[in-house]
């Protein structure tokens, strides 16, 4: 008997077979000797949703979720919230390690160097309708890249993967700005390569006739705040995706798109839009109880509630409320957040909420800055898809260098009919 590992006892054929712990899971492969006898398969491990499954090694982002603790390579979030850039946090994400002051400059360097969109995705932007939603037309740029740039292609190449990671993270707070001056029916701002990561953003989104843009240094910082807490959170619903098409060697243009369709769910980064819609629908603090009160009969979720990691306050989602108190300082209070702070404040205190763990997430308070900011609601799934870009190529060069990862093809549980035969037209049923 293994002290390392399980001892299986099959009782359909009496066999115990000895099954080794790997880093705390045991690995499901290990599971198909255990067979009743030559033709069967063998035993597979049932897991929808992924609920108890690791499906890689990672050393990018650790989160324990009990405990409420968010760590990139191993440094507290609230530290680097406090005390880096995005950039730099986006370097220590995909290079493992803080960056020296020299090799910050040289990464800045390259980011920025690719802030500009070729011309055509400029006109590929303009043929969207007036009223596209920002996010389909983020998605659909970012998968459009690709066509200007077909050899990121060859994601074997160490150089041609690192290009592309300056093109990405250069590029999507460009695409992001266009979509949001389309929406409105103004000209397309270019990048100013002068001003920092979020300061150009934000004069790619609000610049009009002035020569130079100004960013207000509170805004940008909270906004650059906000980027580091959003970067990378493990492997999420689009971290999985991006790994999961990144695996068929799909170029990371196809991938990133890929992986921002699924931040687009309303159950992933799409809450922060529908806790907006919730805030507007609940209209006050009075109606809060009673709106409480449909949740808890199944009248819908309580959006920017809950989270299938943490069961303990998210720590983003405090930082948030902190920058919250500066934001509103410079744009002044959100009448949103009364009502939010009181859905907090029933919600800790209710036994339904308490039982499950439910407690608010990154997206509940982040609306509310971004709303305060001047952002439409549509808006607040591609901000967080701006800095979420660089976790996903960290995640996916991760799994792109990994000897042990290959094309990602789950199994299933067949529960279809057996072999049948085609019956013709005319003596098929009504
Ligand atoms: N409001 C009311 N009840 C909830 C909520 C909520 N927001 N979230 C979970 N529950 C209930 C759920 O109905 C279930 O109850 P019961 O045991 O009686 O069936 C229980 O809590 C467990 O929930 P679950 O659906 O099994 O949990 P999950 O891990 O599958 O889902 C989640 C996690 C985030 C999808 C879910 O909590 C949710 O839909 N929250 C609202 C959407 C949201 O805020 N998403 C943003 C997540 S954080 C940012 C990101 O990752 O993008």
């Given amino acids: 008997m293994d002290k390392d590992g399980l001892s299986i006892l ?3 054929t009496n066999t115990t077979y000895e ?26 491990t049932y897991d929808p949703a992924f609920m108890n499954t690791a499906s890689c090694h990672s050393a990018i982002t650790y989160i324990d979720g009990d405990k409420g603790i968010l760590r990139y390579r191993g440094y507290p979030i609230e530290q680097l919230a406090e005390k880096c850039t995005f950039l730099e946090v986006a370097y220590l994400l995909l290079q493992g390690e803080l960056p020296t002051a020299s090799q910050l400059k040289d990464w800045i360097n390259n980011i920025t160097y690719h ?13 969207f309708r007036y009223d596209a939603h920002p996010m389909a037309m983020f998605i659909s740029t970012v998968a459009a890249l690709a066509t200007i740039y077909p050899e990121s292609r060859h994601v074997h190449d160490p150089e041609m993967r690192r290009l592309q990671i300056y093109r990405l993270i250069g590029k999507v707070p460009t695409i992001a700005a266009y979509t949001y001056r389309h929406g409105l029916g103004y000209p397309y701002v270019y990048p100013d390569n002068d001003l920092s990561y979020t ?7 609000w610049r009009m006739a002035e020569v ?15 980027f580091i807490l959003h970067a990378d959170h493990e492997q999420n619903c689009s971290a999985n995706v991006m790994r999961s098409v990144g695996s068929s060697q799909a170029d990371p243009f196809v991938s990133t798109a890929a992986a921002a369709a699924a931040l687009s769910g309303p159950l992933h980064g799409g809450a922060n839009e529908e806790v907006l819609r919730m805030l507007d629908e609940i209209g006050s603090k009075d109606h809060v109880p009673a709106y409480i009160e449909g949740v808890k009969a199944g009248k819908g979720k309580l959006m920017g509630f809950g989270h299938r990691v943490y069961k303990n306050y998210d720590p983003r989602a405090r930082i948030i409320k902190q920058a919250a108190e500066q934001v509103f ?43 305060a900011m001047g952002f439409r609601p549509e808006m607040f799934t591609v901000l967080f898809a701006i800095p ?21 093809r789950p199994r299933q549980i067949y529960t279809g009919y057996e072999e049948r035969t085609v019956v013709p037209m005319d003596k098929r049923g009504a």
Avoid at 22 to 44: N, V, Y
Avoid at 115 to 127: P, R
Avoid at 199 to 205: H, I, P, Q, R, V
Avoid at 346 to 354: P, R, T
């Fill in 10 to 12: 099959d009782n359909r």
């Fill in 388 to 408: 979420r870009t660089a976790g996903w190529l960290a995640q996916w060069e991760e799994m792109v260098i990994d000897p042990e990862q290959k094309i990602a």
């Fill in 115 to 127: 802030t500009m969109l070729h011309e055509s995705t400029k006109h590929f932007l303009e043929g």
């Fill in 199 to 205: 300061e150009n953003f934000l004069n790619m989104l």
């Fill in 19 to 44: 099954v080794p712990f790997h880093k705390g899971t045991i690995r499901a492969m290990d599971l198909r000797k255990i067979k009743t006898g030559p033709d069967d398969f063998g035993l597979m």
């Fill in 329 to 371: 300082e410079v744009t002044g209070k959100n009448a949103k957040l009364d009502i939010a702070l009181e859905l907090e404040r029933i919600a800790l205190e209710d036994e339904y909420f308490v039982k499950r763990k439910l407690y608010p997430n990154v997206d509940f308070y982040s609306g509310i800055i971004y709303q």
């Fill in 212 to 226: 130079k843009y100004k960013a207000n240094p509170v805004l940008a910082r909270a906004l650059d705040i906000l």
